[in-house]
């Protein structure tokens, strides 16, 4: 069964420095690979996401991520790193069917300290 | 910007009682889901419907939740009766399209956060 880890429960940046948030998913086929960011008590926010082709991929707010199929990793990250971007972040992973729901993994918190 | 809507944003009930979740998705999006979200965790599907029927139901504990959108545009969430453990987020989803995985972006409603006494 295919399934998503974020091997980093809570990590602390400083403002400026650089992110890299890490995701391994599980899956025998090449998934479809998202990552979503959530502010406390609200909904999830996509970031950017992979279906094919180029493996780096851009997103919103300066994000970027590159999936690395060879480690099975999808990992976030980000040249330098805002105050408003301390969320909480989801990598989510969804199997080449249609009308699939997501499987997510369980978070990276992220803390930026001025 | 479309937005899902979801209400009520809050909800406090206590165990044995009757709760119900409202989601109104993007207009025209064919695919609706409903997530679970434990404090602390990653959401979890509940069901997931395309139009007005089921595609996938199987994490839903049917002997107390129910599910259903009608008329294929919003739905409702039901919880009966609600336990202490079913305290959590719960969060709508939709998507434009349910045969086309390339452009099948979920968008997610801001959830409905359920405290159980």
């Known amino acids: 069964a295919q399934s998503v880890t974020q091997p980093d429960i809570h990590i602390t940046v400083s403002e400026g420095a650089s992110l890299e948030l890490r995701c391994n998913y599980s899956?025998?086929?090449?998934?479809?690979l998202f990552w979503y960011v959530q502010s406390p008590g609200q909904g999830l926010q996509l970031l950017l996401k992979?279906?094919?082709?180029?493996?780096l991929v851009q997103g919103i707010k300066g994000f970027e991520a590159e999936f690395k199929r060879s480690q099975s990793s999808f990992n976030l990250r980000k040249p330098s790193v805002h105050w408003s971007d301390a969320a909480e972040y989801f990598c989510?992973?969804?199997?080449?069917?249609?009308?699939?729901?997501?499987?997510f993994g369980k978070g990276t918190t992220l803390s930026v300290s001025s | 910007e479309a937005e899902v809507a979801q209400s009520p944003r809050y909800k406090i009930t206590e165990k044995s009682q009757a709760v119900a979740f409202w989601c109104d998705p993007i207009?025209?999006?064919?695919?609706l889901y409903w997530y679970r979200q434990i404090l602390g965790q990653g959401p979890e599907l509940l069901v997931q419907?395309?139009?007005?029927?089921?595609?996938?139901d199987s994490q839903l504990p049917k002997d107390r939740f129910s599910a259903e959108r009608l008329k294929g545009v919003d739905s409702t969430l039901k919880i009966q009766p609600a336990e202490l453990g079913d305290s959590a987020m719960y969060l709508c989803?939709?998507?434009?399209?349910?045969?086309?995985?390339?452009?099948?972006?979920?968008?997610f409603g801001p959830g409905t956060r359920l405290t159980v006494l």
């Open positions: 992979y279906f094919s082709g180029d493996t």
């Open positions: 419907f395309q139009d007005e029927s089921v595609v996938d």
């Open positions: 989803a939709s998507s434009l399209y349910a045969d086309r995985p390339s452009t099948d972006t979920q968008y």
């Open positions: 207009s025209g999006h064919a695919t």
């Open positions: 899956y025998g086929a090449t998934p479809y």
């Open positions: 989510a992973v969804g199997i080449n069917q249609a009308g699939t729901a997501l499987i």
